[in-house]
């Protein structure tokens, strides 16, 4: 560690850097928050009278009840057909050594690379031309194609990490296919399928680009704040915005949380590991 | 046949096919529809190239130009913002390298609308900056909102975590002995990181610059959220001809265009790197 690595003024400098690029990160969610307790028809800061009154209001909308119904739906049905998928797909991937998989791998990749709203374009045409009516249910197929590709990149690295032996291991014990798969391999790529299908749902969640051009008379919440922020605007905007981004952060906290406890609990099983030099 | 009967290929079929449906489809209808008739709507019409000899001669050259340089200024904005950070967390930060990531990741999950609505709050006249600005030395900069550098805010802003994510990668490819040795020999800092740390981070570097520069290229919201009538962008251009000109083969045009510019920026890409040496860290 001594030698070539940097002396300590940089590294306080790259730490004071990592800092406050942080805190820019943040600061739209603060102000979106902020505003959102601010009691004046049309903001205006600083703030001089406080209220809860649109958060009454919101959690009151039956439009908003409808909103975040369509979004949840969608988002639900997204994570779980996009980590059945990607599961599969990031074997082939990365696990798996077969002719035609290096271009297996940059063919996949390629709708994260393409530009979204295009994309939902592409295939707004596409639904007309097949004669399907677009609704909520087109979106969660739109939002798939982006998506499905992200979670196989996920899963993906988890798969890297897999020893192959195990698996032939189990076929050499006398294992059936199908007994591999449920007590081998889906047990150690399960980190790899949970932050896969946290992903997929939070991504869906906060999709505008693709929902946008399929969701066709339904309306998602991203979809919502957009048409309300360019004309018609109501401070509803605001308290739906730091409502969605409180679901999120939450959503989130209690993954972590579970995280740290299922860790907590595996060191608890296995106290030799957990102590050896 | 002996091919399909790998595992590799069945466990690619479900995805591959999935993908076939629902992106190889849509793009080669679309690259159908650039060859009808203007405001046409079905495919059975005579192929004609003029759209594009419309789309040529016509101003569209002034959003792509904008729009090139937009993602062009971004990179080079991004890249020196992001490599100290990359390297703190690739070899600096140790465990808090963790709790780092997550804090950048956490606005991607949140939706980009939201985000940038929040810069609109704090850029707009009477807004947070400005309000807080008069209140505390009494200069006012209302005039912020709906211009150029407000665009580059936005995707600076936006895009950080794509050039970021990558980077940390890149940079975690570097052995620190490597970096020792050309020190141990004499080399000076500026030297180690042209002459050592560039070249082995290369993969990373690339993935991060290319994959911002074909995002800002298709980006939408960000110009029409703060940029306001400021200047149109390609993927504007686009959806006002699917949407209000209804003309789908001059948005098929454009959006043939736009796609072949970031393909063949992609590919180039994908020529160069080994995806399981980035991804797999083999």
């Given at each position: 560690?001594?030698?070539?690595?940097?002396?300590?003024?940089?590294?306080?400098?790259?730490?004071?850097?990592?800092?406050a690029?942080?805190?820019?990160?943040?600061?739209?969610?603060?102000?979106?928050?902020?505003?959102?307790?601010?009691?004046?028809?049309?903001?205006?800061?600083?703030?001089?009278?406080?209220?809860?009154?649109?958060?009454?209001?919101?959690?009151?909308?039956?439009?908003v009840?409808?909103?975040?119904?369509?979004?949840?739906?969608?988002?639900?049905l997204?994570?779980?057909?996009?980590v059945?998928l990607?599961?599969?797909?990031?074997?082939?991937?990365?696990?798996?050594?077969?002719?035609?998989?290096?271009?297996?791998?940059?063919?996949?990749?390629?709708?994260?690379?393409?530009?979204?709203?295009?994309?939902?374009?592409?295939?707004?045409?596409?639904?007309?031309?097949?004669?399907?009516?677009?609704?909520?249910?087109?979106?969660?197929?739109?939002?798939?194609?982006?998506i499905?590709?992200?979670?196989?990149?996920?899963?993906?690295?988890?798969?890297?990490?897999?020893?192959?032996?195990l698996?032939?291991?189990a076929?050499?014990?006398?294992?059936s296919?199908?007994?591999?798969?449920?007590?081998?391999?889906l047990?150690?790529?399960?980190?790899?399928?949970?932050?896969?299908?946290?992903?997929?749902?939070?991504?869906?969640?906060?999709?505008f680009?693709?929902?946008?051009?399929?969701?066709?008379?339904?309306?998602?919440v991203?979809?919502?704040?957009?048409?309300?922020?360019?004309?018609?605007?109501?401070?509803?905007?605001?308290?739906?915005?730091?409502?969605?981004?409180?679901?999120?952060?939450?959503?989130?906290?209690?993954?972590?949380?579970?995280?740290?406890?299922?860790?907590?609990?595996?060191?608890?099983?296995?106290?030799?590991?957990?102590?050896?030099? | 046949?002996?091919?399909?009967?790998?595992?590799?290929?069945?466990?690619?079929?479900?995805?591959?096919?999935?993908?076939?449906?629902?992106?190889?489809?849509?793009?080669?209808?679309?690259?159908?529809?650039?060859?009808?008739?203007?405001?046409?709507?079905?495919?059975?019409?005579?192929?004609?190239?003029?759209?594009?000899?419309?789309?040529?001669?016509?101003?569209?050259?002034?959003?792509?130009?904008?729009?090139?340089?937009?993602?062009?200024?971004?990179?080079?904005?991004?890249?020196?913002?992001?490599?100290?950070?990359?390297?703190?967390?690739?070899?600096?930060?140790?465990?808090?390298?963790?709790?780092?990531?997550?804090?950048?990741?956490?606005?991607?999950?949140?939706?980009?609308?939201?985000?940038?609505?929040?810069?609109?709050?704090?850029l707009?006249?009477?807004?947070?900056?400005?309000?807080?600005?008069q209140?505390l030395?009494?200069?006012?900069?209302?005039?912020?909102?709906?211009?150029?550098?407000?665009?580059?805010?936005?995707?600076v802003?936006?895009?950080?975590?794509?050039?970021?994510?990558?980077?940390?990668i890149?940079?975690?490819?570097i052995?620190?002995?490597?970096?020792?040795?050309?020190?141990?020999?004499?080399?000076?800092?500026?030297?180690?990181?042209?002459?050592?740390?560039?070249?082995?981070?290369?993969?990373?570097?690339?993935?991060?610059?290319?994959?911002?520069?074909v995002?800002?290229?298709?980006?939408?919201?960000e110009?029409?959220?703060?940029?306001?009538?400021?200047?149109?962008?390609?993927?504007?251009?686009?959806?006002?001809?699917f949407?209000?000109?209804?003309?789908?083969?001059?948005?098929?045009?454009?959006?043939?265009?736009?796609?072949?510019?970031?393909?063949?920026?992609v590919?180039?890409?994908?020529?160069?790197?080994?995806?399981?040496?980035?991804?797999?860290?083999?």
């Open positions: 560690m001594a030698g070539a690595s940097p002396t300590r003024l940089p590294r306080v400098l790259i730490a004071a850097w990592t800092v690029v942080l805190l820019f990160l943040y600061i739209p969610m603060m102000a979106v928050v902020l505003t959102s307790f601010s009691k004046a028809r049309y903001f205006r800061f600083p703030i001089t009278r406080w209220t809860t009154e649109w958060y009454a209001r919101t959690f009151e909308s039956l439009s009840r409808d909103l975040l119904w369509t979004s949840l739906s969608v988002a639900a997204v994570t779980i057909f996009s059945i990607a599961f599969f797909g990031a074997l082939a991937f990365a696990r798996y050594d077969w002719k035609g998989r290096k271009l297996y791998q940059r063919l996949v990749l390629l709708p994260i690379f393409f530009p979204q709203a295009v994309l939902g374009l592409a295939l707004l045409l596409w639904f007309s031309a097949l004669g399907i009516t677009t609704s909520w249910k087109t979106a969660v197929f739109a939002h798939m194609i982006w499905v590709p992200i979670v196989i990149l996920i899963i993906s690295i988890q798969v890297y990490s897999f020893d192959a032996a698996e032939e291991a076929f050499d014990l006398g294992a296919r199908w007994q591999v798969m449920k007590e081998i391999t047990p150690i790529m399960s980190p790899g399928i949970v932050s896969g299908g946290i992903f997929a749902f939070l991504l869906s969640w906060g999709n680009p693709l929902s946008l051009f399929s969701t066709g008379a339904d309306q998602t991203p979809e919502w704040l957009y048409a309300k922020m360019v004309s018609g605007y109501t401070p509803m905007v605001p308290t739906l915005g730091s409502l969605t981004i409180s679901g999120a952060t939450v959503v989130l906290l209690i993954v972590y949380l579970a995280w740290v406890a299922v860790r907590a609990r595996k060191r608890g099983r296995r106290p030799d590991r957990a102590e050896a030099p | 046949m002996n091919w399909f009967r790998q595992p590799g290929v069945a466990a690619a079929l479900p995805a591959a096919i999935f993908l076939l449906v629902g992106f190889a489809g849509p793009l080669l209808m679309v690259f159908g529809y650039s060859f009808m008739p203007e405001k046409t709507f079905t495919l059975d019409q005579a192929p004609t190239f003029e759209n594009y000899i419309s789309v040529v001669t016509d101003s569209y050259y002034i959003s792509f130009t904008w729009s090139i340089t937009l993602a062009i200024l971004t990179v080079f904005l991004l890249f020196p913002i992001c490599y100290p950070i990359a390297y703190g967390m690739a070899k600096l930060f140790g465990r808090w390298a963790n709790l780092v990531t997550a804090l950048i990741a956490v606005p991607l999950l949140i939706s980009e609308n939201i985000r940038l609505f929040g810069w609109v709050l704090v707009l006249k009477n807004g947070i900056l400005d309000g807080a600005l209140s030395f009494g200069i006012s900069v209302s005039g912020m909102l709906y211009t150029v550098p407000a665009i580059v805010l936005g995707l802003y936006v895009y950080l975590p794509f050039m970021l994510f990558p980077l940390v890149g940079i975690s490819m052995p620190d002995a490597v970096k020792e040795a050309a020190a141990d020999l004499g080399a000076n800092r500026w030297q180690v990181f042209r002459e050592v740390e560039l070249p082995l981070a290369m993969p990373g570097i690339l993935i991060g610059c290319i994959l911002t520069f995002l800002v290229l298709g980006s939408l919201a110009s029409k959220i703060l940029g306001g009538q400021a200047i149109v962008m390609i993927a504007d251009d686009v959806e006002s001809a949407t209000f000109a209804q003309n789908w083969p001059k948005g098929s045009v454009l959006s043939v265009l736009l796609i072949v510019l970031s393909g063949l920026i590919f180039t890409l994908f020529r160069r790197i080994d995806l399981d040496q980035v991804i797999g860290r083999r």
